[in-house]
């Protein structure tokens, strides 16, 4: 028997009085802050902190409860703040309940399910003070806000250290990938020397289909692709393909455009069994070099340091083929082009699984925390009598 519940069996065997939100907590509305001075005082909205401005609205613990959009985004505040009318903040009667429980309680709330907005979602006064809430003894709410503040500190800390491991292990991988590039024996060539560069054409976003003929669209280069694929995300109408422009299989498909300079010369090794269509704000690039070796090379700072003097910078940022084919890579045998790929396979699944792990096992242990949280705000209630 854990303490909460000897504490149960010993101060409210017979069930715990439930209330009434309205009974126990005062909701208030927030206020406009713009004719506000500029201060220290951290303005909240539903989306959370907006601003800061030199005056409060509430100086003590409280639950901020969103009005208007974000309605599951509660806040637990005990410094001063001001909130804005999207968003409730709760007075609450401490002589009954903690505020750190109610907050806990609210959590368990689905305030999804209370949403009365017919277009952006909402929350009314009249529905939330309905909310019943349990008010067990004030020695039980403590013991029950200290295991949950203990999970969330370890939830906090496992989750510092699974993102600690990912970024020493994504350092490991760039400082390998950098040393592997430095060949001081191989021949170094330009990539105008080793191949040559077209540049794709245009297509828009409604042209995509789910199937139909391969392509690649230069947003996808961001945020699907990584070193090289075999497969497309995205696909065209036949008859519009006819009229754009392809990679062929050990073709590298080189961002030309984007909305920083980080972002020029990403490539992505085409290794596909047949043609892929390929958008104009992105060259393919054909060669005769280990495709997935040059995708590896185009990541390092060896190439970007090259490049960054030939990208022009503006709303958006662009490098033309000209001052591609002027940046120089190392060109090894071809055996030691595959060992340098073997190596950073290895380091890019690994760093690949982490990254994939590492929202699982997060998204686990939250699991696991909102049910003891469910575990311990779950209460019999005293039976009415009469």
């Known amino acids: 028997m854990n303490?909460?519940?000897?504490?149960?069996?010993?101060?409210?065997?017979?069930?715990?009085?439930?209330?009434?939100?309205?009974?126990?907590?005062?909701?208030?509305?927030?206020?406009?802050?713009?004719?506000?001075e500029r201060g220290?005082?951290?303005?909240?909205?539903?989306?959370?902190?907006?601003?800061?401005v030199d005056k409060f609205s509430y100086n003590k613990p409280t639950v901020l409860i969103p009005?208007?959009?974000?309605?599951?985004?509660?806040?637990?505040?005990?410094?001063?703040?001001?909130?804005?009318?999207?968003?409730?903040?709760?007075?609450?009667?401490?002589?009954?309940?903690?505020?750190?429980?109610?907050?806990y309680f609210m959590k368990t709330v689905n305030l999804a399910s209370l949403d009365t907005g017919s277009g952006r979602p909402s929350l009314t006064m009249q529905i939330l003070n309905k909310i019943k809430i349990?008010?067990?003894?004030?020695?039980?709410?403590?013991?029950?806000?200290?295991?949950?503040?203990?999970?969330?500190?370890?939830?906090?800390?496992?989750?510092?250290?699974?993102e600690a491991e990912l970024e020493a292990r994504?350092?490991?991988?760039?400082?390998?990938?950098?040393?592997?590039?430095?060949?001081?024996?191989?021949?170094?060539?330009?990539?105008?020397?080793?191949?040559?560069?077209?540049?794709?054409?245009?297509?828009?976003?409604?042209?995509?289909?789910?199937?139909?003929?391969?392509?690649?669209?230069?947003g996808e280069m961001y945020t699907h692709y990584n070193i090289w694929a075999k497969n497309s995300k995205s696909f065209l109408d036949p008859e519009l393909a006819k009229k754009l422009r392809v990679a062929h299989p050990n073709d590298v498909v080189i961002v030309q455009a984007g909305e920083t300079i980080e972002d020029i010369g990403?490539?992505?090794?085409?290794?596909?069994?047949?043609?892929?269509?390929?958008?104009?704000?992105?060259?393919?690039?054909?060669?005769?070099?280990?495709?997935?070796y040059i995708s590896y090379f185009l990541r390092t700072n060896h190439f970007h340091s090259q490049i960054k003097r030939y990208i022009s910078s503006g709303?958006?940022?662009?490098?033309?083929?000209?001052?591609?084919?002027?940046?120089?890579?190392?060109?090894?045998?071809?055996s030691e082009q595959e060992r340098i790929v073997k190596i950073l396979d290895k380091f890019d699944y690994l760093i690949n699984d982490i990254s994939i792990g590492l929202p699982a096992e997060?998204?686990?242990?939250?699991?696991?925390?909102?049910?003891y949280r469910e575990k311990l705000l779950t209460f019999n209630e005293t039976p009415v009598v009469g």
């Open 3 to 36: 303490q909460v519940e000897k504490l149960i069996n010993k101060l409210c065997p017979n069930g715990v009085e439930f209330n009434e939100l309205g009974e126990v907590v005062r909701i208030k509305h927030g206020k406009d802050y713009k004719k506000l």
């Open 40 to 52: 220290d005082v951290p303005v909240y909205g539903s989306g959370g902190v907006m601003g800061y």
């Open 67 to 103: 009005r208007k959009g974000t309605i599951t985004n509660l806040f637990y505040l005990e410094e001063p703040f001001w909130n804005i009318d999207t968003i409730y903040y709760t007075e609450i009667d401490t002589i009954k309940i903690i505020p750190k429980f109610f907050y």
């Open 134 to 162: 349990p008010i067990p003894p004030l020695p039980i709410q403590e013991e029950i806000v200290n295991i949950l503040d203990s999970f969330m500190e370890l939830e906090a800390e496992l989750e510092a250290e699974l």
């Open 170 to 218: 994504k350092n490991q991988y760039k400082y390998y990938r950098e040393e592997l590039f430095e060949i001081k024996d191989a021949e170094y060539k330009t990539f105008g020397e080793i191949g040559s560069f077209v540049r794709g054409k245009r297509f828009v976003k409604n042209d995509i289909r789910t199937e139909g003929v391969p392509c690649i669209h230069y």
């Open 266 to 292: 990403k490539g992505v090794a085409w290794m596909g069994n047949s043609d892929v269509v390929v958008h104009d704000a992105c060259y393919i690039f054909s060669h005769n070099i280990n495709p997935k």
């Open 315 to 334: 709303k958006i940022s662009s490098i033309n083929s000209k001052g591609l084919e002027k940046a120089k890579i190392p060109i090894p045998t071809i």
């Open 362 to 371: 997060i998204k686990s242990r939250k699991q696991q925390y909102e049910y």
